[in-house]
């Protein structure tokens, strides 16, 4: 993947502005929030909360897709299927981790991997966070929605294979319902 190539692209054609203070990614400010404070973020949720931390994140996740499909898929002129190729790429560079389409058959099957989130390292490190389960909520929740709107359907979704669990990478399966 040239995720070096496509900043570049995202430069060229204002999809990525920067001004002092504020960043913008496709027309969404956007914070840049490192790996170990995020995971801090999310250990002090478990800690001090009984909130099912998974279930948030996969709320919170399926949130994102919609905005990203509410004011950038439906403003541009690309097909679905080009979208989820855009939100994909656009997911690499906020550095997500190695993000690629595996699998898409136009009948209701999208499967996606990642590869090397950074995530996995600090969840990893962490004592409060769980080491024994798929921890990809937040990702499937955005594909999720982008699959909702990729098919225009109700779909379910799984994360079937994690790094977590120390499979080669994460695979998130979406499909028609
Ligand atoms: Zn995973």
Do not use: W
């Amino acid at each position: 993947m040239a995720v070096k190539g496509l900043i570049e692209d995202l430069l060229r054609s204002n999809a990525m502005n920067y001004e002092e203070g504020r960043l913008d990614i496709l027309g969404i400010p956007g914070v840049v929030i490192p790996a170990p404070t995020y995971v801090k973020l999310l250990e002090e949720i478990v800690e001090r909360t009984d909130t099912d931390l998974m279930e948030m994140l996969f709320e919170t996740g399926k949130y994102h897709g919609k905005i990203a499909v509410d004011d950038v898929g439906r403003g541009n002129k690309t097909t679905r299927r080009q979208f989820v190729e855009q939100a994909i790429n656009t997911g690499n560079v906020m550095g997500m981790g190695e993000l690629k389409v595996e699998k898409y058959e136009p009948e209701g099957i999208l499967l996606v991997s990642i590869t090397d989130s950074p995530l996995n390292e600090f969840f990893k490190k962490s004592d409060s966070l769980p080491d024994d389960q798929v921890i990809h909520y937040f990702f499937r929740g955005v594909m999720h929605s982008i699959s909702e709107n990729l098919f225009d359907s109700e779909i379910k979704s799984s994360e079937e294979k994690c790094q977590n669990l120390g499979d080669e990478k994460c695979v998130i399966k979406c499909e028609i319902l």
